[in-house]
């Protein structure tokens, strides 16, 4: 069974700092790509960044380019996203998602439940 589970939200100062972690099982961990995505209140969803299988390509929306960077651990079966300069308009459920192939271009094939960030003085 494919799980991914995100931690690391909470309650964060604006300016603040934050890495939030994603551990996956269930599946090849290094056969897929990964993103991030993200959905405020009362608000669609919003992709964040992806990370190809190896770790060596990402991209991110221009929402969190320059502020947010995505990586993996594929010994550990963890991504991660740390989050600096955060706003609050950063304020939201973060989900990790994986894709069905090896690009984060790939179909997105399985969610984690999320986690909170929210980011207020």
């Known amino acids: 069974e494919v799980q991914l589970v995100e931690s690391g939200g909470g309650l964060v100062q604006p300016g603040g700092s934050l890495r939030l972690s994603c551990a996956a099982s269930g599946f090849t961990f290094s056969d897929n790509g990964i993103s991030w995505v993200r959905q405020a209140p009362g608000a669609g969803l919003e992709w964040l960044s992806g990370?190809?299988?190896?770790?060596?390509?990402?991209n991110y929306a221009d929402s969190v380019k320059g502020r947010f960077t995505i990586s993996r651990d594929n010994a550990k079966n963890i991504v991660f996203l740390q989050m600096n300069s955060l706003k609050s308009e950063d304020t939201a459920v973060y989900y990790c998602?994986?894709?069905?192939?090896?690009?984060?271009?790939?179909?997105?094939?399985?969610w984690g439940k999320g986690t909170l960030v929210a980011v207020s003085a």
């Open positions: 990370i190809n299988s190896a770790g060596g390509y990402t």
């Open positions: 998602v994986e894709h069905d192939g090896l690009s984060a271009q790939s179909d997105m094939d399985y």
